[in-house]
């Protein structure tokens, strides 16, 4: 049974571009959310989809945007990226009911140059 | 807006040692309180809490919540060399399964 996958894994990107990172859910889940974590902090919510659709949104500006699959899966993209942007985007997937716990991804690794 | 506060920031201890992890929390509409364990990238869950009072247990973890003093507490017994990460406390309120989590807790645990 296939966990959460993400890819991928490492990215190395400089300012102004623009990145997409690419996300699998567990077998089951209809639900993804997608984390930032810097480094030494804890993660914080970006957005979570449900149903193709936005369900969900953290204190994030529309530089991050996503998208999410018939099947699923679902994609972050951040525009003009910034330094600050460095850090580790986890996914996490869910069933879209009750109070059902996420599992995450193992991330993928941004550095912005 | 939602806040979940860990402590101690780190911990250093020795094989065998018990040690006691902190969360306290602040949310609006809390729904329930998640502890996962963090190794080198994705974390893992270890237990969900929603009722007050009732001990979550898994081999030497576990885990209690307070609703009324609104915070959690994680217990590793005999700890082992593989008990070594970062432990995360995350709390659900608002619908949906969007989680706040704290900023964690490094355990090193030496032999």
């Known amino acids: 049974d296939a966990g959460v996958t993400q890819s991928p894994t490492h990215l190395i990107k400089t300012r102004g571009q623009q990145v997409t990172l690419r996300c699998s859910p567990k077998?089951?889940?209809?639900?993804v959310s997608w984390y930032q974590q810097a480094l030494g902090q804890g993660p914080q919510f970006i957005f979570q989809?449900?149903?193709?659709?936005?369900?969900q949104r953290g204190n994030f500006p529309d530089r991050f945007s996503g998208h999410q699959f018939p099947n699923y899966s679902s994609e972050l993209n951040v525009n003009a990226l910034l330094l600050g942007d460095s850090a580790l985007y986890l996914c996490?997937?869910?069933?879209?009911?009750?109070?059902?716990?996420?599992?995450f991804g193992n991330g993928t690794r941004l550095t912005v140059t | 807006e939602d806040k979940v506060v860990q402590s101690p920031l780190s911990l250093v201890v020795h094989e065998g040692d018990t040690v006691t992890l902190n969360c306290s929390y602040e949310?609006?509409?809390?729904?329930?309180l998640l502890w996962y364990k963090q190794e080198k990238k994705a974390p893992t869950f270890l237990f969900m809490l929603?009722?007050?009072?009732i001990e979550k247990k898994s081999g030497r973890l576990s885990s209690i919540l307070d609703k009324k003093e609104l915070f959690s507490i994680l217990n590793i017994t005999a700890t082992q060399t593989g008990d070594s990460a970062i432990y995360l406390c995350?709390?659900?309120?608002?619908?949906?399964?969007?989680?706040?989590f704290g900023g964690g807790t490094r355990l090193m645990v030496k032999p």
């Open positions: 996490a997937s869910s069933t879209g009911q009750g109070n059902s716990p996420l599992h």
């Open positions: 989809y449900y149903e193709e659709e936005e369900r």
């Open positions: 995350a709390v659900a309120g608002r619908a949906g399964n969007m989680l706040t």
């Open positions: 929603t009722s007050s009072g």
């Open positions: 077998s089951g889940h209809d639900t």
């Open positions: 949310v609006t509409n809390f729904r329930s």
